[in-house]
């Protein structure tokens, strides 16, 4: 049998074909907020998508005001399969002679739809019908003259069917206002009365409490006569519940709404305040109506949010025509972690895109029981993908591939590194990465045996056949021009899938000037100082980041200005603040013993009865070479501080105690007073920083505080019972009273010592 021979060429040949198939990238995407490409509507809906609903067996219902769907007549409804194909097997003929709003899904596999039609498949259906799960109209669901436009539909546990929109008359002319139920069959539920209703007949979002109340939500400032402004909590039987109370609520427009488990309300909308709160787009309130304060998204979004959604963990997303959240782009859709700070992890890359002819706006979202997050609005392409109008992301990620830099600045003419961080999930058999870099930076020394290509302006890695977690480096060199803010931008390409670089994107020009020298003229004036001081201590914001303000930089300031005020940047000592050196420098060691002689010591009881309040005492000693130093100190939220000493300040917002400026070398004692909530149980943290010159030292000593319910009996006296012959004991031995015995086992506050906190302990005990 004679072999096939291969000459030189064509084994050459061979060689870069498969290296090629080695770089092309998957088709599939499985990272955190990446599109997934097993999900493909091929050209969608031709216009917007107002709803989304996903059946259980996971097929997806859309509505909007489209009128085909990827080219086949599809009248403002339609489902798709679980890949994104049309599903055929559901044809609702003409389908609405209008636009679709809402969608809610029966348990039976009915499709509940609300909108601005007035016949479906040609049949009378006014802003509200039922289909079968064919999507034909369901017959059996009569409303007759029905609403003009509902904008949401809701159906209870017990079948009745909430609609919300902007009418004043259902079914045969009955008026209600923006609100309405309707029993079953379609018939108006006449049990169900608001009375006057939403004042401008506005309701825009419908959601139903699981004790039966409802909450409703749009553009009206008053119900049934009664001022409520864009938002109202109705008990079962449509009247206001007056236990809800928003106070002077959203001053614009709310667009959705929706019940987290614990039950807190999420809303999203047009607003920028709530209750007088600067609450840019998004909120979330207590329930009672209350603004929740600890959900702070900072500045929010810079436009509307039209959709939210919660998933199982908590996190929060939500979706609009937004390009940022809190200054950070995030464009169409964000993920929110519970306390209202953007969840980085999520990382959407370029977002939804917008067209001459459209906006990037996502409207509607929906939840599969995967965890996928099926989206619909007025984009075309997402992440940079082509999807037009409805796309899928998914929330697995088969490999983590995180950007940091270091320095975390850059100068010019300067080098930096960049590190890139693989943690590949199990399984992975490998992966390739490409970095996209800034134009005209030199990029040297790269790890891993990657290149650099020159036409494309990118670093490339792999195949990287080492699964373990590991650390991939690159060095750039920057041009002496080189001025403000690059981004960079990276794909991760492994098995079937294609995954978006995430951490840090945006190398910021290393700071010239240290923030608080407003006139860059490299001094610093006492003015200045104070004035940075001040905006630190308080929590404002100051016009020059970075914001918050970090304490090392104020006390970075506070020791240039008593070494001279005039200052020089140099980054060979360090990254900001330490990069700020005072212009008479002698040698480093000048500069870099703030800390070696300072200390900070925290005293405190480690363990109290919850509601009892109690001192913290911090003992702060600087180095004799200190010029300046402040304290601060993070206490567990919810806990109330009082009596703080030397001046020092509480910011209920962060949780934070804050003491100075000080300058010079004198030691300082330090108090405050903290009194945790009755309810709190269990052991708490107390943390925090005293910063000497710019450097920061963590505070030693106590750091835990143990709360208990009373279990301690207080008997000092051992007489089987705790009474206030136990306080006068406990407070005679703080006097000093050395001969009298006690029963130390009966310490209330864990101190290992009997004293004025245990008398004050067993007061509180004897008063529950």
């Known amino acids: 049998m004679e072999r096939k021979k291969f000459s030189f060429k064509s084994v050459c040949w061979m060689l870069i074909c498969a290296a ?26 031709n216009n917007y998508v107002y709803a989304v609903a996903v059946q259980p067996d996971g097929k997806i219902v859309i509505g909007g005001s489209f009128t085909t769907v990827s080219g086949v007549s599809r009248s403002g409804i339609a489902r798709l399969n679980i890949d994104g194909s049309l599903d055929t097997t559901f044809n609702p003929g003409l389908g609405a002679s209008g636009y679709l709003f809402s969608i809610a899904v029966q348990p039976d596999g009915k499709i509940l739809i609300g909108g601005g039609f007035s016949t479906f498949n040609s049949v009378s259906r006014y802003g509200v019908a039922r289909l079968n799960t064919d999507g034909s109209l369901d017959m059996t669901f009569d409303p007759g003259s029905g609403a003009s436009n509902v904008y949401s539909v809701v159906l209870q546990p017990d ?5 919300g929109g902007n009418f004043y008359r259902v079914v ?31 309701v825009d979002e419908v959601a139903l409490q699981p004790d039966g109340k409802i909450l409703i939500v749009g553009g009206f400032s008053t119900f049934n006569s009664t001022s409520r402004n864009r938002i109202a909590r109705l008990n079962a039987n449509g009247f206001l519940d007056t236990s809800f109370d928003p106070g002077i609520g959203a001053n614009d427009d709310i667009f959705w709404v929706t019940v987290q488990s614990d039950g807190k309300i999420l809303i999203g909308g047009e607003f920028s305040t709530f209750n007088n709160e600067i609450r840019q787009k998004i909120a979330r309130l207590n329930a009672d109506g209350s603004l929740d304060t600890s959900f702070d998204p900072g500045s929010g979004t810079d436009k509307n949010v039209y959709s939210i959604a919660v998933e199982s963990d908590g996190k929060i997303l939500i979706g609009g025509d937004f390009k940022t959240f809190n200054g950070t782009e995030r464009k169409g859709i964000a993920r929110l972690n519970a306390d209202g700070s953007l969840d980085t992890t999520f990382d959407i890359g370029a977002g939804t895109a917008e067209s001459l002819y459209s906006s990037n706006a996502v409207k509607a979202m929906a939840l599969q029981s995967d965890g996928k997050i099926v989206i619909g609005g007025d984009f075309t392409k997402f992440n940079e993908i082509t999807r037009n109008k409805v796309a899928r992301l998914t929330s697995d990620a088969p490999i983590s591939v995180i950007r940091s830099f270091s320095p975390s600045c850059y100068l010019a003419g300067s080098k930096l590194t960049v590190m890139l961080t693989a943690t590949p999930a199990a399984g992975t058999s490998n992966y390739l990465i490409e970095e996209t870099l800034p134009a005209g930076w030199t990029v040297s020394n790269i790890s891993h045996n990657g290149t650099y290509d020159s036409v494309k302006k990118r ?22 021009t080189e001025t403000g803010d690059k981004t960079f931008s990276g794909k991760v390409f492994t098995d079937n899938a294609i995954s978006t670089v995430t951490g840090e994107k945006v190398l910021t020009s290393c700071l010239q000037y240290h923030p608080a020298d407003k006139d860059k003229n490299f001094s610093l004036s006492a003015s200045e100082v104070a004035a940075y001081g001040s905006a630190w201590k308080k929590e404002t914001t100051w016009d020059i980041p970075p914001n918050p303000i970090p304490i090392a930089y104020v006390t970075r300031a506070g020791m240039l200005w008593q070494s001279g005020e005039a200052y020089k940047l140099d980054t060979s000592i360090g990254e900001p603040p330490l990069c700020w050196q005072k212009k008479a420098t002698r040698s480093l060691r000048d500069e870099t013993t703030a800390n070696s002689a300072s200390s900070a010591v925290r005293e405190c009881p480690s363990s109290c009865l919850a509601g009892q309040a109690f001192t913290v005492t911090l003992s702060i000693t600087p180095d004799n070479n200190v010029k300046s130093y402040a304290v601060e100190e993070d206490t567990p939220p919810g806990w109330k501080v009082s009596s703080v000493s030397n001046s020092g300040e509480f910011n209920d917002k962060r949780n934070k105690v804050k003491f100075g400026l000080f300058t010079g070398t004198e030691a300082r004692t330090l108090t405050y007073q903290v009194t945790p909530p009755p309810s709190a149980t269990g052991e708490f943290d107390l943390s925090g920083v005293a910063s000497f010159d710019g450097e920061n030292l963590e505070i030693s000593g106590n750091t835990k505080v143990k709360l208990g319910d009373g279990a301690i009996s207080g008997d000092m006296n051992s007489d089987d019972k705790t009474d206030l012959a136990d306080v006068i004991l406990a407070l005679k031995i703080s006097a000093g009273f050395s001969e009298l015995s006690v029963n130390l086992s009966a310490d209330m506050n864990g101190d290992g010592k009997i004293g004025v906190e245990d008398a004050l302990c067993i007061l509180q005990k004897l008063s529950m």
């Open 20 to 45: 090629a198939m080695l770089w092309m990238p998957a088709a599939a995407v499985y990272a955190d907020g990446d599109l997934d490409t097993t999900f493909d509507p091929g050209t969608g809906p």
């Open 159 to 163: 079948g009745k069917v909430l609609i």
């Open 172 to 202: 045969n002319g009955t008026y209600r206002y923006g609100i309405a139920r309707l029993n079953a069959d379609g018939s108006l539920d006449t049990t169900f009365d608001p009375g006057k209703g939403a004042d401008s007949r506005s």
């Open 459 to 480: 670093v490339k890695f792999g195949p990287v056949f080492e699964t373990p977690s590991q650390t991939l480096t690159y060095d750039l060199t920057f041009p002496s």
